[in-house]
């Protein structure tokens, strides 16, 4: 390379760096939930490039969480064992042998692919299920889903403890009820109610879509409460949009400053979200 590209490249690099400066100030320390989807979950290279910028963020000061799904790979599961599933409202209908088949793809399978990935970028990620140190305690939602659980007691010491020792907690959204259930959490009802029991500063939803669609079919960067719910109302907010609009409204309720649902299969999604002015897909805050 010619020394005048070396210096046009240095230059485009340094004016970038002072760009995101006031950025990564704003978020030293903050905490930051990720829900990574199973639709969002790509190739082996999008999976490094997420576990690269989950594990800067974390070299820049930020304490990132990684919640996950892992649908498509469930489905896949009780597809080979033949077993028939259903979506209600977003939320699968779970009975005893789905329940197994959702704990070992979650968290056997789809926790330690993205445990490993952090690690091999050279970060610490320690993978959990909401059953670990009584994280996400829950209750079952509604007696038509069967093993489907809704959080209802949040103990979240144990996340804390890993911030503190430069750790990134990796979590399958399953819980236990109070007489031994497990219950099948809808993943991003888990990253919400993480989210809120963290008081975090930012929860991003991560999907396979460039933000919530509004009337007009475009994405809207901005989004208030009332108007979530106008869109669901009239049907423009559908299918799996529904549980990631309802966890944004309950986590600003929680106490999460900001949500995000945003395209996660877009290069750097996390830290552009983070780290520039104009940031990516769809922001909700509180009215
Ligand atoms: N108003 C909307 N804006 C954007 N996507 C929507 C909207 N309504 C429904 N959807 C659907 O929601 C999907 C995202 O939900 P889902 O497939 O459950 O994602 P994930 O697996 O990432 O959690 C989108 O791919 C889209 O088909
Ligand atoms: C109750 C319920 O529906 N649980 C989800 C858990 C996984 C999930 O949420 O995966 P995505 O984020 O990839 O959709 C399920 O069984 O599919």
Not at 34 to 56: N, Q
Not at 78 to 99: H, M, P, W, Y
Request: charged share 20%.
């Amino acid at each position: 390379m010619k020394k005048q590209d070396m210096n046009r490249d240095w230059i485009a690099t340094a004016r970038t760096l002072s760009q995101a400066l006031p950025y990564l100030q704003r978020y030293t320390g903050a905490i930051v939930v990720i829900k990574l989807g199973g639709h969002a979950m790509g190739s082996d290279e999008a999976m490094d490039d997420f576990a690269r910028d989950v594990v800067l963020m974390r070299q820049v000061g930020v304490n990132p969480v990684v919640v996950h799904g892992g649908g498509p790979m469930i489905n896949a599961m009780l597809d080979k064992l033949d077993i028939q599933s259903e979506f209600v409202n977003g939320k699968r209908v779970t009975d005893a042998a789905t329940v197994e088949v959702v704990e070992m793809v979650l968290s056997g399978v789809v926790n330690k692919r993205i445990v490993q990935a952090i690690n091999r970028q050279g970060g610490k990620a320690v993978g959990l299920s909401g059953k670990d140190a009584n994280l996400m305690v829950c209750e079952q939602t509604n007696p038509d889903l069967g093993f489907v659980g809704t959080p209802s007691e949040m103990n979240p010491d144990v996340l804390h403890d890993l911030f503190a020792n430069d750790t990134i907690p990796v979590i399958a959204p399953l819980g236990a009820g109070k007489d031994g259930e497990t219950f099948n959490v809808n993943g991003d009802n888990a990253a919400g109610a993480i989210a809120a029991a963290l008081k975090a500063d930012r929860l991003l939803l991560l999907t396979d879509v460039a933000g919530v669609k509004g009337t007009s079919g475009d994405v809207m960067t901005e989004l208030k409460a009332q108007q979530i719910r106008d869109l669901t109302a009239s049907g423009v907010i559908a299918g799996g949009m529904i549980p990631k609009t309802e966890t944004a409204l309950n986590a600003i309720d929680g106490g999460v400053r900001a949500v995000v649902i945003l395209d996660g299969r877009a290069p750097n999604a996390c830290l552009l979200e983070l780290f520039t002015e104009h940031g990516a897909g769809s922001l909700i805050r509180a009215d």
